[in-house]
């Protein structure tokens, strides 16, 4: 069994930090009945072939994703409907979002998929 051990006092992580796990199983289960996957995290992205062209709402669903994971409460219906019904999202109503503090690669990455 692996393990991972991370020790620092007063850590307040800003986007620096990411570890994830992929189990494919479970992904395979809880993500059955959507239309395409939409990957845990911008940084799984290397990983995944979108086949083009996307649907405009698969689209807006890629571009919000750095804000979901931050638990973004969404005012759009179709976005609030979807991201409920991912089983990670956890709505933060203290979260308000600023493409300019997010990591470059995360503006990038919404940046794609406009």
């Not at 019904?85 to 406009?114: C, G, N, R, T």
């Amino acid at each position: 069994m692996e393990r991972l051990v991370f020790q620092k006092k007063n850590f307040s992580p800003k986007g620096e930090l990411s570890i994830y796990s992929h189990n494919l199983y479970i992904h395979e289960i809880l993500n059955a009945d959507k239309d395409f996957y939409l990957p845990f995290s911008i940084y799984q992205a290397d990983n995944i072939n979108f086949e083009e062209p996307l649907l405009s709402f698969q689209k807006k669903i890629l571009r919000n994703l750095p804000f979901a994971r931050r638990g973004f409460v969404f005012n759009d219906p179709e976005l609030k409907k979807y991201y409920e019904s991912v089983y990670w999202y956890m709505p933060d109503p203290s979260y308000s979002p600023a493409i300019s503090k997010l990591h470059k690669s995360e503006q990038q990455w919404i940046e794609k998929w406009k």
